[in-house]
């Protein structure tokens, strides 16, 4: 019983009065066939009386009215069922990106996590999970169960056996489905790794980023096959449920069958008897086939609420679920209250952040989750407040792996980073965040204006930072010579007229976003890795002029940009091979002198 409460939990939590609605909903699905099983009785017998015509005249006009009420009342609490179950839908996906949102960086990594957030996504993408299938089956359940009640009461006037004649055939027929949707439910619950990878597969063959490559290296059949492998193995698996579904169906019938002929003999040869009426035959054969009916149906609904409760419990658990979550509680969208009932809550920490920032790595060691591998091994370093620092190393020597650190996006394995002498952890994310600028290499630019992707929703826009972020990332040039500006469209998803950049223009874009912010540390991995050598020497001297008294952390694999900070560390295997200023380091004829020295002769 407490996991068939997931739907209802979530229901009660985005709308009560219509949570309380819902049985009004089922009485109206159940009054149609209740009203046909009794009045038509009533008007035969009342006209076989001989005074009785007028009285049948009477019960016909109170069906009549009756059937246009009810129709009316049911027809409208279904088109508010239908309205609310679509704001329903929309709210339980809105739940699922804050969700995401909320999650801890770290966990977006794991497959684990990504397994449960596919399984929770179900409710959206898979019809057999669909919300309105769902409430559906609820409501038929409930409505059958009032229409059993009352045809059975029925019926026990008649003989008992009859109903339990019936009860039989219906209770066989139901445990053959059920042993079948079992089957296809357990199957479809261990599909979701396999669906995951498929939809990896078609987001990456109609991606637009991706298509030159698939075409240059002839990728279509490759990628297509193996996803058909997928395809091919999930629906082997189907077709063998179908096939129990099938023969379940077909013992179902024989039993209906069988049950039906039995149960209107009986009828046929009491009226021969005359021991029944004419209406009391009606009564009865409408009552056995509405108890058959509705406890088919009740049962077939429990059985597609006992496939679908799996896909509830994954939403639920994955929506409730703590982990990760950085402080933050999950509550809903707009003025709905959250799955737990309260707003969201914060990290414990309140120690106030200094404009000025400094940091410091005591020991830090760290390695992913689920890996073996050590990424960083007992890294001692210090970034003091105001400092410029090039972060230089081979590929896999953990400089975007220690950015991800000082981000606080991961928490050291072993070890400390400590920010103004105190544990990085002890601070509150969130206005950690407010103060860092970064550009990440692998950066993303939205469908919208250029003035939102530089701005990121933190209106009313400074119009004279804007400009001044476009003058000094390179972009002013390119934005003024376009008819719309800074307001003139990224991509035509949302605009047919939308521009497309190139991949340097985008990375102007990321770096115009950081300078707008004006944080007082700046972190950047690779930010200019799509411009030119000269492109990139123009902006970065344009950018240490404007982060100067800023903390800056700087990863590049160009040494000609390393010498304009004040200080550059050499990562290798995880650890600091060497430290110093570009002079020191050149002196030392180590690590970087050679990176250095490797480098420049191509320019030369």
Not at 6 to 28: E, H, N, S, T
Not at 162 to 172: E, G, Q, T, Y
Not at 512 to 522: C, D, G, I, L, S
Not at 547 to 552: I, L, R, W
């Amino acid at each position: 019983m407490k996991k068939s409460a997931y739907l209802l939990r979530l229901i009660w939590k985005f709308d009560r009065i219509y949570c309380c609605m819902l049985p009004l909903v089922a009485l109206g699905r159940a009054f149609r066939g209740i009203l046909f099983m009794i009045f038509p009785k009533l008007i035969i017998d009342a006209m076989l009386r001989d005074t009785g015509r007028q009285s049948a005249f009477v019960l016909a006009l109170v069906m009549g009215g009756c059937l246009l009420l009810g129709s009316v009342f049911a027809d409208l609490l279904e088109k508010y069922q239908e309205q609310k179950i679509v704001a329903c839908r929309e709210w339980m996906v809105l739940l699922l990106q804050e969700k995401l949102v909320k999650t801890e960086y770290e966990k977006l990594e794991e497959p684990g996590f990504m397994d449960s957030y596919q399984k929770a996504l179900s409710v959206y993408t898979l019809w057999q999970a669909d919300l309105k299938r769902g409430v559906d089956a609820l409501l038929q359940a409930a409505s059958g169960i009032l229409s059993i009640a009352v045809s059975a009461a029925v019926l026990l006037t008649l003989n008992g056996w009859i109903a339990l004649l019936v009860s039989a055939a219906v209770i066989l027929s139901s445990l053959c489905n059920a042993w079948a949707v079992k089957r296809m439910s357990a199957l479809l619950q261990s599909f979701a790794p396999q669906v995951r990878r498929v939809s990896y597969f078609m987001n990456e063959l109609q991606e637009r980023k991706y298509a030159k490559e698939i075409r240059v290296y002839r990728m279509q059949e490759w990628l297509a096959g193996r996803a058909d492998r997928l395809l091919q193995s999930i629906l082997a698996g189907t077709m063998k449920a179908v096939n129990r579904q099938i023969s379940a169906e077909a013992v179902s019938i024989i039993a209906g069958a069988l049950q039906e002929c039995c149960a209107y003999l009986y009828i046929g040869w009491l009226a021969l008897k005359k021991r029944i009426t004419l209406g009391d035959v009606t009564m009865y054969v409408s009552a056995i086939n509405t108890f058959a009916e509705s406890m088919k149906e009740t049962m077939r609904q429990y059985l597609v609420w006992k496939e679908l409760v799996p896909y509830y419990e994954d939403f639920w658990n994955f929506i409730t679920d703590q982990t990760g979550m950085n402080g933050y509680r999950i509550f809903s969208c707009g003025d709905r209250v959250g799955v737990d009932g309260k707003e969201a809550q914060k990290a414990p920490g309140n120690l106030e952040i200094p404009e000025q920032i400094s940091f410091e790595l005591d020991h830090v060691s760290f390695r992913y989750p689920g890996s073996d591998t050590w990424i960083l091994k007992d890294v001692c370093m210090r970034i003091p407040a105001g400092e410029s620092l090039s972060l230089v190393g081979d590929n896999g020597a953990g400089k975007t792996t220690l950015v991800k650190l000082l981000m606080g996006l991961y928490e050291p394995v072993s070890g400390r980073i400590l920010l103004d002498g105190r544990d990085l952890r002890e601070y509150d994310r969130e206005a950690y965040w407010r103060k860092v600028g970064v550009v990440f290499q692998d950066f993303k630019t939205l469908a919208f204006s250029i003035r939102d992707n530089i701005v990121l929703g933190k209106e009313p826009a400074d119009d004279a930072r804007l400009w001044a972020a476009l003058r000094e990332s390179g972009l002013w040039e390119t934005v003024q010579g376009l008819p719309e500006k800074e307001n003139a469209y990224l991509g035509k998803a949302f605009y047919e007229n939308g521009i497309e950049l190139s991949g340097g223009e985008q990375q102007k874009i990321a770096i115009a976003q950081m300078r707008y912010k004006n944080a007082p540390v700046m972190i950047l991995d690779e930010p200019t890795a799509n411009l030119s050598p000269m492109e990139e020497y123009r902006i970065f001297r344009q950018f240490y002029e404007m982060a100067a008294g800023k903390t800056v952390v700087f990863i590049s694999h160009r040494m000609s940009s390393c010498r304009l900070c004040d200080r550059i560390v050499v990562l290798q295997g995880g650890s600091v091979a060497e430290q110093g200023t570009h002079e020191e380091l050149m002196e030392k004829e180590g690590l970087y002198a050679g990176m250095f020295r490797t480098q420049a002769q191509y320019y030369v």
